[in-house]
Structure formats: C-alpha cells, structure tokens
C-alpha cells in the first residue's frame, strides 16, 4: 500500500535537493495511501459530511507547509510522519463535528465504527485465520467470513483493531508498525498475534468454521 521506502528516500532527496516539481511527486505518491489509512478511520455517520479526501487535501496542505522541518531532523520513517499528521486531522474532524457543531452527528445514529474494507487483504486475513484443509468448502467458507470480517474487527479493542488495520489494510511491516507504536519489534509482534487470536474467535467462536455443513 504505501510507496517502497528506497524511492521514498530518492524523492525526499530530490525535494531537499530542491528539484522542480519534486515536492508535488512525493506527495502524489502517498495521496491515495493517506486516503485510505483515514477512510477506515472516519466514522461512518460524519463520512456522510466529510469526505475522506478532504482530509486528505488538509494532510497534504500541511505536510507541504512541515516538509523543511521535517527535511532537517528526520526521526521517523516518512510515511510515518505522514500518518500522525493524519491521525490528527481525524481527531480533529471528529472533535469538531461532534463537539463543536449545534446539531450534533450523535444525535442522527449511534458512533459506529468504519467498516472493514471488503478487498483481497481482508480476504487474505480470513486465510490466515481458518485451517484451510478442513473441508472442501473451504473456498465458499472464507467468502462467507469475509463477508462478516468487518463486523468482527468492530469488537476488537481499540488497539487490536488498529493493529489488525496497520498490518492488514495498510499492509505495515511489524517493523513499521512498531516504530509507528512506539514498541520494539517483539513486542509489536506479540501484539500482533493476540489480536489474531481474538479476532479469530470472534469471527470463528468455539472453533466452529461450519466443516461440518
């Protein structure tokens, strides 16, 4: 999902090194991943008044106004830096939708959690979640679990969820997804297969894939 580090770091330099056009390219690149890092984020009941590439725009418009700073000490990965900018645009749009406004969007529904995006990571995690030799069906069983994913991840915790998103929908290293944490690798990694094992019995209680039917 997000740019390779190594052409990361050449467009970085072309943009430090003041090239025509360089800043533009780099941010281009990360456009559609900032998209969707804040897609699966945004509640679904104020995405009904925000548009996600608005956020977007915001994150872009202030990364453009931060890159020197960010150019002279930088001290996390760039696509890092990115995503706490746009972590804060999201607290932000939340706080001032529900908070600020007269008319406040928790009076039109229940906060509902963004739904887990129906693509082939989420069929890839089903994969990885149920014994893919147990019957013949197994094909039309990861299709079906698929399909309740979404709902499965809305009752993990808040940091199981985000971790499952980071390594899944964003498809994050554990490495990236520890510095973006704040943990060691080994600790993000056991992190990580917790919530697989919650999510796994959530999704699949009691061990139940229906092998059976």
Not at 82 to 110: F, G, M, N, W, Y
Not at 182 to 208: C, I, K, N, Q
Request: net charge negative; aromatic share 4%.
């Amino acid at each position: 999902m997000w740019p390779n580090r190594e052409h990361t770091d050449d467009m970085l330099a072309q943009a430090k090194a003041g090239e025509a056009g360089a800043v533009d390219r780099l941010l281009g690149e990360f456009r559609e991943p900032l998209r969707r890092v804040i897609g699966l984020r945004l509640d679904p009941v104020l995405a009904r008044r925000v548009d996600a590439s608005d956020i977007v725009q915001d994150v872009l418009i202030e990364a453009t106004q931060r890159l020197k700073e960010y150019l002279k000490a930088p001290n996390m990965p760039f696509a890092l830096w990115l995503r706490h900018l746009a972590q804060d645009r999201i607290i932000d749009t939340h706080r001032r939708h529900r908070l600020a406004q007269r008319r406040s969007v928790d009076k039109e529904q229940p906060i509902a959690k963004p739904a887990w995006a129906s693509d082939e990571s989420s069929v890839g995690l089903v994969a990885q979640l149920i014994d893919t030799e147990k019957t013949p069906a197994t094909a039309a069983i990861q299709q079906e679990l698929a399909r309740r994913l979404g709902d499965a991840v809305d009752q993990l915790s808040t940091d199981d969820r985000e971790i499952i998103l980071m390594r899944h929908a964003e498809q994050m290293s554990n490495q990236d997804v520890a510095d973006a944490l704040g943990l060691t690798e080994a600790a993000a990694s056991m992190r990580y297969l917790r919530a697989l094992r919650r999510l796994r019995t959530v999704l699949v209680p009691d061990g139940d894939e229906r092998a059976g039917e």
